[in-house]
């Protein structure tokens, strides 16, 4: 799927002062060939508190603390989108105490935030389904969604109640609904189903980043991750810093991806053997 907009490419004073580490990464991006749109698995808090002998709340909070810095980093990077995974629809197994812990959480993130989040221009999304969620959450993302509306810079989505199976079911559903309306009885493309995706209008993640060492993709946009480079770091989710971030950045430039081609230079034939890949 296309993208609405040309994104410049960023200014690494935007970032404000720098680190001696990562200064050293910066030298090694190429800040023109960063990924589009990043993608991420949060995972590791419970471990994070459990290392430091502290209950998993206190876990969760120090992730916000990490969610906050990725997002203020992508947004100065002049990346296009940002997906971070907040709340799975398994997450509900979790006990009801934790349950209610992360929604109250994200209802005070989503207030404190704000400021921070205007002030990078950055519009909002919700990825999941919202109806399942508390009336409170609900009306604190509608009311996120609507104050950022207008603005023009990176795109975050805030996967909450979110389940990779249950967005494709419900694309599935919309045009099947759309299809008994119209009446049309044309194939299903691949074009209509990203059409009915959550993530409509939104390049495909180009960089999927789990922290905390799991080799899995646990149900997270399964149909958008096709082509995704992965990259998944022991690093639990709240201490994943701003260079542990550039470092993604400086590994994804330095994979090369094909798209189901070959190598350039593997084929003597006439057929042109990369497919866009940058
Ligand atoms: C995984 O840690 C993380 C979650 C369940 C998601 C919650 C994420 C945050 C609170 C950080 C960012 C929040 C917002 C609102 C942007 P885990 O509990 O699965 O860790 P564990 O596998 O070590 O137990």
Not at 182 to 199: I, K, N, Q, S
Not at 233 to 260: H, I, K, M
Request: aromatic share 6%; glycine share 6%; with cysteine.
């Amino acid at each position: 799927m296309k993208s609405h907009s040309t994104v410049s490419v960023a200014d690494p004073s935007a970032l404000g002062a720098v680190t001696s580490e990562e200064e050293e990464l910066l030298t090694k991006l190429d800040l023109a060939r960063l990924p589009r749109h990043v993608a991420v698995i949060m995972d590791g808090n419970g471990r994070w508190a459990q290392r430091k002998h502290l209950p998993r709340p206190a876990g969760h909070r120090s992730g916000t603390q990490t969610a906050r810095t990725t997002i203020e980093t992508c947004a100065r990077l002049n990346i296009e989108a940002l997906t971070l995974y907040a709340f799975s629809v398994e997450n509900w197994r979790r006990p009801k105490t934790e349950t209610d812990f992360l929604m109250q959480l994200l209802r005070e993130y989503l207030r404190q935030e704000m400021p921070l989040i205007q002030r990078n221009n950055i519009r909002m999304r919700f990825l999941g389904r919202a109806s399942e969620l508390p009336a409170g959450v609900q009306q604190d993302m509608r009311e996120a969604v609507e104050k950022t509306a207008k603005n023009t810079g990176m795109v975050l989505c805030l996967a909450l109640n979110y389940g990779g199976r249950a967005e494709i079911v419900d694309a599935l559903n919309e045009i099947i609904a759309q299809r008994s309306v119209d009446g049309l009885r044309m194939p299903v493309t691949e074009e209509e189903v990203a059409r009915h995706l959550y993530t409509a209008g939104l390049p495909d993640p180009d960089l999927l980043i789990r922290s905390s060492g799991e080799m899995r993709v646990s149900n997270f946009l399964l149909w958008q991750i096709a082509y995704a480079e992965i990259l998944v770091t022991e690093t639990l989710w709240p201490d994943f810093n701003r260079a542990r971030l550039l470092e993604a950045f400086v590994e994804f430039q330095s994979r090369e991806r094909r798209y189901g081609g070959i190598r350039e230079g593997d084929s003597d034939s006439e057929v042109p053997t990369r497919i866009a890949g940058k």
